[in-house]
């Protein structure tokens, strides 16, 4: 068993649509981004690839590469998943925190947690998402940016020995 942990941050702008877990959600501004800017699937992707040491989603996914330029980010997930797989690793459990001032998250939760668990073929059970607050703090409390921290843990045959 492996742990990994992973964070995205992007701030919010006007002309993009706001996109957590690939669920569209109504709001005024989106996050900024070369991909769809999911800064939630970024962090979960970071922390698997973290877990398995494969580096980090940059690495895979550089920005400027036109073949990524607006792509979901739940497409670069399910590529992650089948490069972990590759190796001998499987999602084991998932738990994510977004932090943001606005809009309200927690009617989108089990949306999210859904087409995570999906795309990874994992059960729901096993997929954590929770939202907060800043508390009108730093940027993110002013309203102009999110932030996504996420802890995964993976399991496989890679540390015999170990």
């Given at each position: 068993?492996?742990i990994g ?6 701030p ?13 959600i109504p709001?005024?501004?989106g ?9 939630l699937?970024?962090?979960?992707i970071?922390?698997?690839?973290g877990?398995a ?15 990524y330029?607006d ?6 997930l399910?590529q992650v ?5 590759a190796?001998?690793?499987r999602?084991?459990?998932?738990d994510?925190t977004i ?9 989108f939760?089990?949306e ?5 668990s ?11 998402v ?16 999110m932030a ?11 540390d015999e020995g170990?």
């Amino acid at each position: 068993m492996r742990i990994g942990i992973g964070s995205d941050v992007h701030p919010l702008v006007a002309g993009r649509k706001l996109v957590l877990g690939g669920v569209e959600i109504p709001f005024s501004k989106g996050l900024s981004g070369w991909s769809d800017g999911d800064v939630l699937t970024h962090a979960v992707i970071d922390a698997l690839l973290g877990a398995a040491a494969m580096g980090d989603i940059g690495g895979h996914f550089p920005s400027g590469e036109p073949q990524y330029r607006d792509i979901s980010s739940l497409t670069l997930l399910q590529q992650v998943k089948d490069k972990l797989a590759a190796e001998g690793w499987r999602v084991g459990n998932i738990d994510a925190t977004i932090v943001a001032e606005q809009p309200r998250l927690s009617p989108f939760v089990e949306e999210m947690r859904q087409k995570l668990s999906q795309t990874l073929g994992i059960e729901i059970n096993k997929l954590s998402v929770k939202a907060t607050t800043a508390k009108q703090l730093g940027f993110i409390g002013q309203g102009k940016g999110m932030a996504v921290a996420a802890v995964v843990l993976i399991e496989g045959s890679q540390d015999e020995g170990i």
